[in-house]
């Protein structure tokens, strides 16, 4: 079955780097999603990996293993807009998303 | 502004009775999903529609139906509505049928069953 982890709640300071780490486990491998969620919203789209190696897009880099059924949201340079949950998830094999329970991030000034 | 629209925003409902969210999208998307959010739980799949005409069942589909006459609409109905489906509902809809593609969010609809 498809499991996937990630910390409840994170902290960190206005103008810190902050990880955000998701394992998982599928019977197959088809990707890896992760989502930003404020409170009381929709969610909406970060980022898609299927290869390992660390993609960019501006203050967030999101990472892959494969071999080792692990991700890491990398956010740089924290705003306070930043304050949201982070939610990953992983296609199962019928190809329908399975999500984590999603990491809520309190930023500090 | 294009996207997705859900109704109600918000419901009390008292156990028993039949309800129906409302989801349309104006994107042509193919593929329309309804989730529901639960507090330490992540996002779980209630049904799906991956074009016109057919739906399928996702994680949680008991005591909810779905159907999707046209592109556009995606209604969610409990029949009889029971107080563990106390939550927050989400439409999501995505351009393609397969598993590489965005997603995208209504606001979502809170139902509170009592």
Known sequence: GQNIDQPTEMTATEGAIVQINCTYQTSGFNGLFWYQQHAGEAPTFLSYNVLDGLEEKGRFSSFLSRSKGYSYLLLKELQMKDSASYLCAVPDSNYQLIWGAGTKLIIKP | ?114
Not at chain 2, 22 to 31: I, K, S, V, Y
Not at chain 2, 90 to 111: I, N, P, Q, V, W
């Open chain 2, 1 to 114: 502004i294009a996207g997705i629209t859900q109704a109600p925003t918000s419901q009390i409902l008292a156990a028993g009775r039949r309800m129906t969210l409302r989801c349309t999208q104006d994107m042509r998307h193919n593929a329309m999903y309804w989730y529901r959010q639960d507090l330490g739980l992540g996002l779980r799949l209630i049904h799906y529609s991956n074009t016109a005409g057919t739906t399928g069942k996702g994680e949680v589909p008991d005591g909810y139906s779905v159907s999707r006459a046209n592109t556009d609409d995606f209604p969610l109905t409990l029949a009889s509505a029971v107080p563990s489906q106390t939550s927050v509902y989400f439409c999501a809809s995505s351009k393609g049928t397969d598993y590489t593609g965005e997603l995208f969010f209504g606001e979502g609809s809170r139902l509170t069953v009592l």
